[in-house]
């Protein structure tokens, strides 16, 4: 009889399961954790793979030494539906998962981590708005992305707070029925192109201090865009300085309420960092086959250096490290499409890709020996590329510090 019950709770386990959405990556009862991809992420992921083999890798050198930005490949991408993957379909999006997100990531970093930040960069911006917007506001601002190739940025770093969003001095202060924001943002990817800005302030709440966050329309007069910052990688994404002095905002471009701005910005990564971390496995994804082709090919004492131990040894611990960082970035995004807090993953995810990222692409310059170090081979690049892994969208060692915190929290 006991067997029984479990047989029957089983089936009825399997048969809950059964009505999920087919995209989404689940475990279930009798299979365990499940590492296949399903027939609709394959798709996006041979989309992507064959937009980055004849649009992004046969360009990424030019834009890399020019610093142009991508637009008709940004264009081109919104077209086939790489951008904007997250905005529910009520707004014109596809209304994919965060591992979705992730798959399309990968790919497009595979080709270059510089044109594929300029094709995602929306995602960023789009978080806070899909976390505590109105349905006024979502169909406003997501619709607005969805109809036309235009895009919006995250306005949060400043010169004097980065790791330090708690010390931002960009401030907001309420009059009548309007907010007027005064202050300067730095590093804002996408700055330029942007149609309107998430912006995150400080502000007075009842005498005392507070976060506000705001939706701001490009052309808001008071709006100023710096000059594009010349980076030692990722050239082709668009990053600039925003100024803003004496500019308006009506209280219905206040998201959530006054005191929320902070919980807001920092709920957004929780999405965010997952695909982030995903283009790091793109770029070392990309390390790996260019070393193993270099090293097949190229030939010294006589025989291909992918035959010597030393050589050898370099490119299985890329392997190694792409797939175990490809296993992390897919369980943070499946922890959040499941409806959980993924804080402690998506932060493990981050902190481990990025450093992986920066290993596996000095470790192919190696590879590459002189070759790898001239402008003529593909690995210096990536070298340079993978740095900014480490930093933005939370230091490596922020992420550490919230890994830490998590861990502590967890065990009183």
Same mark, same amino acid.
């Given at each position: 009889?006991?067997?029984?019950?479990?047989?029957?709770?089983?089936?009825?386990?399997?048969?809950?399961?059964?009505?999920?959405?087919?995209?989404?990556?689940?475990?279930?009862?009798?299979? &365990?954790?499940?590492?296949?991809?399903?027939?609709?992420?394959?798709?996006?992921?041979?989309?992507?793979?064959?937009?980055?083999?004849?649009?992004?890798?046969?360009?990424?050198?030019?834009?890399?030494?020019?610093?142009?930005?991508?637009?008709?490949?940004?264009?081109?991408?919104?077209?086939?539906?790489?951008?904007?993957?997250?905005?529910?379909?009520?707004?014109?999006?596809?209304?994919?998962?965060?591992?979705? @997100?992730?798959?399309?990531?990968?790919?497009?970093?595979?080709?270059?981590?510089?044109?594929?930040?300029?094709?995602?960069?929306?995602?960023?911006?789009?978080?806070?708005?899909?976390?505590?917007?109105?349905?006024?506001?979502?169909?406003?601002?997501?619709?607005?992305?969805?109809?036309?190739?235009?895009?919006?940025?995250?306005?949060?770093?400043?010169?004097?707070?980065?790791? /330090?969003?708690?010390?931002?001095?960009?401030?907001?202060?309420?009059? &009548?029925?309007?907010?007027?924001?005064?202050?300067?943002?730095?590093?804002?990817?996408?700055?330029?192109?942007?149609?309107?800005?998430?912006?995150?302030?400080?502000?007075?709440?009842?005498?005392?201090?507070?976060?506000?966050?705001?939706?701001?329309?490009?052309?808001?007069?008071?709006?100023?865009?710096?000059?594009?910052?010349? =980076?030692?990688?990722?050239?082709?994404?668009?990053?600039?300085?925003?100024?803003?002095?004496?500019?308006?905002?009506?209280?219905? =471009?206040?998201?959530?309420?006054?005191?929320?701005?902070?919980?807001?910005? $920092?709920?957004?990564? /929780?999405?965010?960092?997952?695909?982030?971390?995903?283009?790091?496995?793109?770029?070392?994804?990309?390390?790996?086959?260019?070393?193993?082709?270099?090293?097949?090919?190229?030939?010294? $004492?006589?025989?291909?250096? @992918?035959?010597?131990? @030393?050589?050898?040894?370099?490119?299985?611990?890329?392997?190694?490290?792409?797939?175990?960082?490809?296993?992390?970035?897919?369980?943070?995004?499946?922890?959040?499409?499941?409806?959980?807090?993924?804080?402690?993953?998506?932060?493990?995810?981050?902190?481990?890709?990025?450093?992986? @990222?920066?290993?596996?692409?000095? /470790?192919?310059?190696?590879?590459?020996?002189?070759?790898?170090?001239?402008?003529?081979?593909?690995?210096?690049?990536?070298?340079?590329?993978?740095?900014?892994?480490?930093?933005?969208?939370?230091?490596?060692?922020?992420?550490?510090?919230?890994?830490?915190?998590?861990?502590?929290?967890?065990?009183?």
């Amino acid at each position: 009889r006991l067997f029984s019950c479990q047989m029957r709770l089983a089936t009825k386990t399997l048969s809950q399961f059964s009505r999920l959405p087919t995209r989404r990556f689940y475990v279930t009862s009798f299979e &365990g954790v499940n590492f296949s991809l399903t027939d609709e992420q394959r798709q996006y992921q041979e989309v992507a793979r064959n937009f980055t083999k004849e649009h992004i890798i046969p360009n990424a050198a030019r834009f890399d030494k020019t610093g142009e930005y991508p637009e008709d490949l940004f264009k081109k991408a919104w077209e086939l539906g790489l951008c904007n993957s997250g905005i529910e379909q009520k707004y014109g999006g596809l209304g994919l998962g965060i591992l979705d @997100a992730c798959i399309i990531s990968e790919e497009l970093a595979f080709g270059c981590t510089g044109v594929s930040t300029a094709i995602v960069a929306n995602e960023l911006a789009e978080a806070p708005v899909n976390v505590a917007g109105t349905e006024e506001q979502k169909k406003k601002y997501l619709g607005r992305l969805t109809e036309a190739p235009i895009q919006a940025a995250y306005c949060v770093t400043e010169p004097g707070a980065g790791s /330090d969003v708690a010390g931002i001095k960009t401030r907001s202060e309420k009059k &009548g029925d309007k907010w007027v924001i005064n202050g300067q943002k730095m590093w804002i990817t996408g700055g330029s192109r942007a149609n309107w800005y998430f912006v995150l302030t400080k502000t007075d709440d009842n005498g005392k201090p507070a976060f506000a966050a705001f939706i701001v329309d490009r052309d808001t007069p008071g709006i100023t865009v710096g000059k594009k910052e010349i =980076n030692m990688g990722q050239r082709a994404s668009d990053t600039r300085g925003i100024t803003f002095e004496d500019v308006v905002v009506p209280q219905e =471009n206040l998201l959530g309420r006054v005191g929320d701005g902070f919980k807001i910005a $920092m709920k957004a990564f /929780d999405k965010t960092r997952p695909p982030v971390a995903a283009g790091a496995v793109g770029l070392a994804r990309r390390a790996l086959e260019e070393s193993i082709a270099y090293s097949k090919q190229r030939k010294t $004492m006589g025989v291909p250096i @992918a035959t010597h131990q @030393a050589v050898s040894s370099m490119i299985a611990d890329m392997a190694i490290g792409v797939e175990t960082a490809r296993l992390m970035v897919y369980r943070s995004a499946w922890e959040i499409d499941q409806g959980r807090r993924n804080t402690y993953f998506a932060s493990v995810a981050k902190c481990y890709a990025a450093d992986m @990222a920066n290993k596996a692409a000095s /470790d192919a310059v190696q590879i590459f020996g002189g070759n790898g170090y001239n402008t003529e081979y593909p690995v210096e690049k990536l070298m340079r590329d993978a740095k900014l892994f480490q930093i933005y969208e939370g230091t490596s060692q922020i992420q550490r510090l919230i890994i830490a915190k998590e861990l502590f929290e967890r065990s009183v």
